[in-house]
Structures are given as structure tokens and as C-alpha cells.
């Protein structure tokens, strides 16, 4: 209750309000209802199918999906009328499951075009060269991203580590205000994990929420969340704190299938 | 990256049928009656002020070109081109002898201004040097050969040229003036009977430029021309020769642009390349010819022959070309690899969009020992175009140790358009090495919804994947070129999505 109270002071940055949504015909969420607020940690869980990316590219803005009900709200705007790189520039982050390769692309130049054309949306002034160097040698440093991986092509060859500490190192230099990282554990070790970890703890502000997918627990011991939810069958289905992920962990997500 | 961002906010202003290049200039002109006869042949060479032997080369190749067919194997679909309802000739009015920059018509410069070719700040930049330390890669000197319609109009930076032995000029100047050099070399790699275009051509070229670097001579700067079509219905012949002695090295750049029209306008250039023992020759075209409106209407029929000798031992040609426009292009850039140890690259990138139709490629013949031939070819489809590679590799007999890489690799962007691969392999010996890889894929939604999640429009992103498919080639460019190309790259898929 103490808690709630707390939660209640703070602003709320994204509010999905039952969203219904469909893929070719078929309808994936069934009327999910979440908040999330400035500064918090949310972590979603549940089995795989449940609709949990579907969630986080339908707040991105990914083509292909259908929202048939519902509202997502972002600052208090509809972000379902935004164009998707209207709602990057406005600061929502996607740190993708597969972050895709960009060959011949140089990460380095894809960052500063990137970070550059989100500026320009938001009428800010684009970085100086030096500016912009200074920020990636710093960030990159601290993430253990050596130089010559930012001129190598953008997650090209990259080992599954690197290509997730590129997905910390942009959220970084873009300073989004809510970031929604899709299994940013799968593929890596825990040395990988920890390190992607402790980039996105460094990260964590009062102004910035984090809203963290995941199908295990694991990662759940290095990102610490204020709140966690129990996805199944396209629904949120149960909610509560950090210690609902242990109870998970323990019993397995069967107990929800039928709740769904 | 800058250039990225520039050609983004290019992309933003412009619209498929608001080519940028896409303006006229009013000046008078001094044309050839329409229609192609013996007259207006003979009309040409006597505007040209050309000796007997001149005439009598092109009436010969007219001659031949009267028994001649136009090719139709190529994967491109044109109405019937009525020659008789073409000019032949189109020069700048008045014409008199041009000893400065200043006697140019004001409006011709203009429009070169518009186009940005800096024939007047090249000509102040001679004699400026560079502060010690202060090598500006945007100051590299540059000689620009301007061919304006017909006529060259300008030929800047002769007199340092001239100081190193380089003979750079518009052809007719040199079939005046060097008589000896252009009547052996005119026709000696792209013969008057080659094929239609090229003969025809031959009997009608109006101006083009002529290049020879002397033996052991490094060409001090960069060689450039830049092509543009103004006047209605006037085909477009230029004629290009360079011969690079012994030792010798140059390299060439050519660009072109052409007003934006509602008809159809010809182009069929000739270009020959000569490489003597021990000699380099690197060319590079960046070709953004208007390519017709959104509905397919105008643009430029590019029939263009473009072939390289190495003639001498250890010789090289590379043929860089970007090609963006035109509403049809057919252009084949070669190499006969005849000296033994010699070498020919071929490096394109060809866009299309829209309605266009593009069938290019390249053919390296190997005929002298131990030759080697790379060919990395970047073809990129969007619209409702196609976009064809027809490749020939071949080797000859006594060519042993012939080498070939090539690479061709297709993009395909939406699908309404379609890529095209065609290969021929000859090995007429054993010891030959042809080595063959392709790929056509279609860009990703994933990749450009992950540009598009970091901040980037769907045009921008599709302008950053493109430019990484094809910067293999874009590396092959001199910088100025490189990222003049990216820009148009650009600005060529623009409304190629969504
Ligand atoms: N593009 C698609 N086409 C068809 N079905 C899809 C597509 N994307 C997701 N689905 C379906 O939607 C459901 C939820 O998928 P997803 O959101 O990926 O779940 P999770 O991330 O929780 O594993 C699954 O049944 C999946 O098969
Ligand atoms: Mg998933």
C-alpha cells in the first residue's frame, strides 16, 4: 500500500488501455491493459506464444499488426497515430530479440544518422563530429564495445553478446524515455548478460521507465523490476512485485494458462 | 554520415517527377536539318570544319548503317525509334572560336552553374595552391571538358594538360589538330561496323572528348566531362577516345544530365579506351539521365557502346559506372584483355525505379596470358522497372591462366519489379578460372523497421540499406564522385516504397 502511494505521484508515461490487436485475421491480444510510470521497472513474462513482441511492435509501430480496440497512450498522447519514427524521435526505444544486420552500413555511421535524424524530428540541433565521438567512445567504453566493432557494418558478424550490447549502446546515445527490451537475455551467456545488464541499470532515471520482456527469471536477478506481469493467451493475467517472478520461476507459468 | 543526411534531406524535396536536372535553357541553336541522309552527314563534317578523311569515314559507316538492324535481344521494350524524325545536329548559337571562359554565353554557364559543375571556379582555382598542410580534397583540381549538347563548350585546365603532354580536348579539335593520333586509334576498338548504334555513331557523332597521356606520363588531375542534352528531339552522339601510352595513367569521369521532357530523346555514345604496355585507364561514369515521369512518359534511350583494349603487357582498364537514369539504358562496358598479364574491372551499380528498363553489363574477352577480369555488379530494381546484368566472359584459346571473379548481386525493393541475371561463360582452354557467384534478395521489412525504430523514415532507411548493398562499388569511385553518387542514389529510389 506504502508502495502504491508512492507509484501514485509519479506520471504516467505509457498507459495500454484494452488493446485489441490482430495479425492476418487472427486476433493475438484480447484486450491487454498495462501502466507503466516514469522511473519504474516493469518485467512481463510468460510463456512463449503469449503475445508478449507482439506487445512491444505494436507500441513500436511495427507494420502488419492490427489494433481492432483499444488505446495506447505515451505522455498522455495517442501513440497509435504517430508514424513509427515519430514515436522513436518522441522516445520510445524497441531493443530488439534479433537485431537485424545492416551490411556495408558502418555502425558508426548508422548511429549518427540515427541519432541525428531523431534530433532533427524533435528540432533540436544535429551533434558536431566531435560531439558525437565523444559521446560513442564514452558510452562504448563503459558497455566494453571496442572502437573497431563501431566501423565494422552495423551487427554484421557481431557474436549474439555484441549484437545486444549495440541494442544498450544506441539505447545510451538516444536517451529514450521508455525502453521495452525483448528477451534481451536469449542467446547469452551469463558474462554477456551482465554486462548487457549493468548497461541498462546505468541507464535506469526517474524520468525513465523500462519495460523488460522475458521468458526467464534469470535475467530478472540483474535488472531488478519494481513490478512484474504475467502474460498468457494475449492478456495480462497477474501483476505484482519482484517477488511474483520467483513464485514463477518456482511453479511454472501452467497455473496462468487456465486463469487465460 | 553527412552525405546521408544531405541526400535525405534532398530525397524530402524532391518528387519522382520533379528531376532536378529537369530545366531548359533558352539559347539559340544552330541545327542540322532533321532527318539522317548522306546531306546531313556531310552537313556535320562540315560544320566540324573536318578533313576529307573525316567525311569519308562517316559515309562509310552511314553506308554501312543503312544495311544495318537495330538489336532487339537485349530485355527492353521501346516503341519504334523513327530516325528520320530526329536532329542529328544541335550547336549553341552564336558559334565562334571560345578563348576564354568569358566569351561563354552567360546562360550556358548558368545552367552548368545549376547543374554544379564549377567550370569557373575550376579555372580561378588554377594557379591557387593549397596552404601548406591544407589539402582540401574539395579543391583537387579537376579539368572538365563540358559537352553541351553537340559541342564542347569549354575545356579548362589545358594549359597545366599541356605542360605534362596530356592532350585533353573535344574530339573534333583533335581531328583538326592531331590528325595522326585520331586516325589511328578512331575505330580501332569499337570499329564503325560494330553493331547499330555504335555505327551509327560513327557516321553522326558530334563531339565527345579526346584524351592521350603520353608514355611513363601520370595524368596530374583528374579528367572529367560532363554530358547534357538540351535541345528538343536531338540525339545525343558524343565520341570519346583515350589512349593511355606506355606506363601512362588516367583517370576519367564522366556525369550526365539531360532537361526533363515529355518525348523520348536518343542517346547512342561511342567510347574507346586504348591501354598500351605497362598503361592504366580508369573510367567512371555516374549517369542520372531523366528518366521519364512516374507514368512512364520520357525519359532518355541510352544505347551506349563503351569498350576498353588493354593492348599492351600488364595493362589495366576499370569501368566504375553508376547508372541512375535514363528511361532505357543498354550498355555493356568491356574489355578486350589482349596484352598478356593485363587486367579489366567492371564495377556498377545500376538503379532503376519506375518504368525504367536497364540491360547492362559487361564483357571481358581474355585473350593474352595470365589475363584476370573482376566484375562486381550491384543492380537495384524498384517500381515497376527492370533491371537486367547480362555479363560475357570469355577466354581463348591461347588465353592461359585467364582469371574471372565476378559478383553480381540483385536487390529487389517492393514487387512490381523484377532483376535478371544472364551470364554467358566461354573457356575455350583448360586453365582457365571463371569463378561466378549471384544473389537477388529483397529488402527486409525487418531491416527497415529497425531502421525506422531508431528514428529513420522509411525513404531514409531504404536510402542506408541501399547505400550499404552497394558500397563495394561506391568505394571504387574518386570522392567527389562517390558522394555525388550516393546522393543520387538516393534521390533516385525516392518513392520507390510505401
Ligand atoms: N507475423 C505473424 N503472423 C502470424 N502469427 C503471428 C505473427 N507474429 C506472431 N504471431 C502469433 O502471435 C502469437 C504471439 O506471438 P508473440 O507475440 O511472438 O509471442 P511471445 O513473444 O510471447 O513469444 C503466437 O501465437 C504467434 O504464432
Ligand atoms: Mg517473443
Not at chain 2, 545525343?236 to 589512349?243: A, K
Request: charged share 25%.
Amino acid at each position: 500500500m506504502h508502495q502504491l502511494n508512492k507509484l501514485d505521484t509519479k506520471m504516467a508515461l505509457l498507459e495500454v488501455k484494452d488493446l485489441k490487436v490482430r495479425v492476418e485475421e487472427r486476433e493475438i491480444l484480447h484486450g491487454l491493459t498495462l501502466t507503466v510510470n516514469e522511473g519504474e521497472i516493469h518485467a512481463i513474462m510468460g510463456p512463449n506464444g503469449s503475445g508478449k513482441s507482439t506487445l512491444s511492435h505494436v507500441i513500436a509501430g511495427k507494420p502488419g499488426y492490427e489494433v481492432t480496440d483499444g488505446q495506447i497512450l505515451f505522455k498522455g498522447e495517442d501513440l497509435l497515430e504517430m508514424a513509427p519514427e515519430e514515436r522513436a524521435a518522441k522516445g520510445v526505444f524497441l531493443a530488439f530479440q534479433y537485431p537485424v544486420e545492416i551490411p556495408g552500413v558502418a555502425t558508426m555511421t548508422f548511429l549518427r544518422t540515427a541519432l541525428n535524424a531523431q534530433r532533427k524530428a524533435r528540432g533540436e540541433s544535429e551533434y558536431s563530429t566531435p560531439d558525437f565521438l565523444k559521446k560513442v567512445r564514452e558510452v562504448s567504453k563503459s558497455l566494453n564495445i571496442p572502437q573497431d566493432m563501431l566501423k565494422r557494418g552495423v551487427n554484421v558478424g557481431f557474436s549474439g553478446g555484441e549484437k545486444k550490447r549495440n541494442e544498450v549502446l544506441q539505447m545510451a546515445l538516444f536517451e529514450p524515455s521508455l525502453c521495452i527490451l525483448d528477451e534481451m537475455d536469449s542467446g547469452l551467456d551469463i558474462d554477456a548478460l551482465r554486462i548487457a545488464a549493468d548497461g541498462v541499470n546505468a541507464l535506469h532515471s526517474p524520468k525513465r521507465a523500462m519495460v523488460v520482456i522475458t521468458h526467464y527469471q534469470r535475467l530478472l536477478n540483474y535488472i531488478v523490476p519494481d513490478i512484474v506481469h504475467v502474460m498468457s493467451k494475449g492478456r495480462v493475467v497477474k501483476s505484482g512485485g519482484k517477488e511474483l517472478a520467483l513464485e514463477l520461476e518456482a511453479s511454472g507459468y501452467a497455473q496462468f494458462e487456465d486463469a487465460a | 554520415m553527412p552525405a546521408v543526411q544531405e541526400t535525405v534531406e534532398r530525397v524530402k524535396r524532391i518528387d519522382v517527377d520533379q528531376y532536378r536536372y529537369g530545366f531548359e535553357t533558352l539559347i539559340e541553336s544552330d541545327k542540322a536539318p532533321k532527318g539522317l541522309s548522306e546531306e546531313t552527314v556531310k552537313f556535320i563534317s562540315e560544320k566540324k570544319n573536318e578533313p576529307a578523311w573525316m567525311l569519308q569515314w562517316r559515309l562509310e559507316a552511314y553506308r554501312r548503317w543503312l544495311t544495318m538492324t537495330e538489336p532487339t535481344w537485349a530485355r527492353v521494350d521501346y516503341p519504334k525509334i523513327d530516325f528520320q524524325d530526329l536532329y542529328y545536329y544541335s550547336a549553341p548559337k552564336p558559334k565562334k572560336t571560345i578563348t576564354s571562359l568569358d566569351e561563354i554565353d552567360p546562360e550556358i554557364l548558368k545552367t552548368y552553374e545549376k547543374l554544379g559543375i564549377p567550370l569557373r571556379e575550376v579555372a580561378m582555382l588554377e594557379g591557387v595552391e593549397p596552404k601548406p598542410g591544407e589539402e582540401d580534397p574539395a579543391r583537387r583540381k579537376i579539368a572538365v571538358d563540358a559537352v553541351f549538347d553537340s559541342v564542347s563548350v569549354a575545356t579548362t585546365f589545358k594549359a597545366e594538360l599541356k605542360k605534362a603532354g596530356v592532350i585533353f580536348m573535344p574530339i573534333s579539335e583533335a581531328i583538326r589538330e592531331h590528325p595522326e593520333l585520331v586516325q589511328k586509334y578512331l575505330g580501332s576498338v569499337v570499329p564503325t561496323s560494330d553493331n547499330f548504334y555504335a555505327t551509327l555513331n560513327s557516321a553522326v557523332f558530334s563531339d565527345g572528348s579526346f584524351v592521350y597521356v603520353p608514355p611513363g606520363v601520370r595524368c596530374p588531375m583528374e579528367l572529367s566531362t560532363y554530358f547534357r542534352i538540351n535541345e528538343r528531339n536531338t540525339g545525343q552522339f558524343e565520341r570519346t577516345l583515350i589512349i593511355a601510352d606506355k606506363g601512362s595513367y588516367v583517370s576519367y569521369l564522366e556525369g550526365c544530365t539531360a532537361p526533363q521532357r515529355d518525348e523520348n530523346q536518343l542517346h547512342a555514345a561511342v567510347v574507346e579506351l586504348v591501354a598500351h604496355d605497362d598503361a592504366e585507364i580508369k573510367y567512371s561514369t555516374v549517369q542520372n539521365w531523366y528518366p521519364g515521369n512516374s507514368e512512364g512518359k520520357g525519359g532518355i534511350y541510352n544505347f551506349v557502346t563503351k569498350r576498353g583494349d588493354c593492348r599492351g603487357n600488364n595493362s589495366k582498364i576499370s569501368w566504375t559506372q553508376v547508372e541512375t537514369g535514363s528511361a532505357i539504358t543498354w550498355k555493356y562496358p568491356s574489355c578486350i584483355l589482349r596484352g598478356d598479364n593485363s587486367r579489366g574491372e567492371f564495377y556498377s551499380i545500376a538503379i532503376s525505379n519506375g518504368y525504367q528498363q536497364v540491360d547492362s553489363g559487361t564483357k571481358m574477352i581474355h585473350l593474352g596470358k595470365n589475363t584476370s577480369s573482376r566484375i562486381i555488379s550491384k543492380g537495384i530494381a524498384a517500381g515497376k522497372s527492370q533491371n537486367t546484368y547480362r555479363g560475357l566472359v570469355t577466354a581463348h584459346r591461347k588465353a592461359t591462366g585467364a582469371r574471372n571473379f565476378t559478383a553480381c548481386d540483385s536487390l529487389l525493393i517492393g514487387d512490381k519489379c523484377g532483376a535478371h541475371t544472364v551470364p554467358y561463360i566461354e573457356a575455350k582452354n583448360s586453365s582457365a578460372t571463371f569463378e561466378h557467384e549471384a544473389t537477388t534478395s529483397k529488402i527486409s521489412e525487418d531491416v527497415l523497421f529497425y531502421c525506422i525504430q531508431r528514428g529513420l523514415t522509411q525513404e531514409e532507411a531504404v536510402g542506408l540499406v541501399v547505400n550499404g548493398f552497394v558500397k563495394d562499388v561506391l568505394q571504387q569511385l574518386p570522392m567527389e564522385f562517390a558522394v555525388e553518387a550516393q546522393k543520387l542514389i538516393s534521390i533516385s529510389l525516392e518513392g520507390s516504397v510505401g
